[in-house]
């Protein structure tokens, strides 16, 4: 036991670059090792997400998965991570993938489980589910205590589900057409989302741009300004050291004086 809490406070001690909450003694940053085994959960639980609303309990029952691991880790904790992670992974959306991976360590992660997702509703899809699974996703998809970012692949198809309760079932050529749709509908919502998505990247490279630009101009402020404090020391310099050989020449050309007239007064 004292050797797997020294590993455990091992690991609480390598935050992971992807970690995106603040780190504090209450909040302790997420190792490498335990957000692996955090998605692990996510990931077996993913389908109870999608067809239960009571999404609260579902977090208590990874937080205290999480627990018989060896990680203490409340229910909003877990809630928190997920969407942290979500959010950094479709920033990753108008990068290419092996950009991404080495951007983001946990990438392939969440997208074997969207991936996943996606493949079991398509699957229900075509075995025609019937209103019974649409009107859970959409209660689902609807419920306050699911997060925005969770749901957004489900809310692509809640549209085209509520349209398929109200026409009915049409045989094979009308799963195949809703396949068809859904796959467009899906495709259409990932290129909004890329464009959004480089929208705000374009925007925050020229706001970067901007303020390197800026700084650029005050470093050059700066530096014209020291060089021409330098430029007036140095004159001032240059003055000073005239002023003294003059006032040495002057000071020579007396002290010569005075010896050629003590010398004069000698010979006298």
Same mark, same amino acid.
């Given at each position: 036991m004292e050797g797997h809490h020294?590993?455990?406070?091992?690991?609480?001690?390598?935050?992971?670059?992807?970690?995106?909450? %603040? &780190? *504090? +003694?209450?909040?302790?940053?997420?190792?490498?090792?335990?957000?692996?085994?955090?998605?692990?959960?996510?990931?077996?639980?993913?389908?109870?997400?999608?067809?239960?609303?009571?999404?609260?309990?579902?977090?208590?029952?990874?937080?205290?998965?999480?627990r018989d691991k060896g990680y203490n880790r409340s229910a909003e904790q877990c809630k928190c991570k997920w969407k942290n992670l979500v959010t950094r992974y479709k920033g990753c959306g108008t990068i290419e993938a092996e950009a991404a991976r080495q951007q983001f360590p946990f990438y392939d992660d969440l997208q074997a489980i969207f991936t996943a997702r996606m493949q079991s509703?398509?699957?229900?899809?075509?075995?025609?589910?019937?209103?019974?699974?649409?009107?859970?996703?959409?209660? %689902? &998809? *609807? +419920?306050?205590?699911?997060?925005?970012?969770e749901n957004e692949l489900d809310d692509k198809y809640s549209v085209r589900k509520k349209k398929k309760v109200k026409i009915g079932g049409?045989?094979?050529?009308?799963?195949?057409?809703?396949?068809?749709?859904?796959?467009?509908?899906?495709?259409?919502?990932?290129?909004?989302?890329?464009?959004?998505?480089?929208?705000?990247?374009?925007?925050?490279?020229n706001e970067r741009r901007s303020k390197e630009i800026e700084w650029r101009q005050t470093m050059e402020a700066l530096e014209n300004e020291r060089m021409m404090m330098e430029r007036r020391w140095r004159e001032r310099e240059e003055q000073r050291r005239m002023r003294e050989e003059a006032r040495a020449e002057k000071r020579d050309a007396l002290i010569t004086t005075l010896l050629n007239k003590l010398r004069r007064e000698g010979q006298m």
């Open positions: 020294h590993r455990h406070h091992h690991l609480q001690n390598h935050p992971v670059s992807a970690n995106v909450e %603040a &780190a *504090s +003694d209450r909040f302790p940053q997420w190792s490498l090792q335990e957000t692996k085994e955090f998605l692990s959960i996510r990931a077996e639980l993913d389908q109870s997400f999608m067809e239960t609303k009571r999404n609260k309990l579902l977090w208590e029952v990874i937080s205290t998965r999480m509703i398509l699957c229900s899809e075509s075995e025609g589910g019937g209103g019974g699974g649409a009107t859970r996703k959409m209660s %689902a &998809a *609807s +419920d306050e205590e699911e997060d925005t970012e049409t045989g094979t050529s009308g799963g195949n057409n809703d396949i068809k749709q859904i796959l467009e509908d899906f495709m259409r919502q990932q290129l909004q989302m890329e464009m959004q998505w480089r929208e705000a990247f374009e925007s925050r490279e």
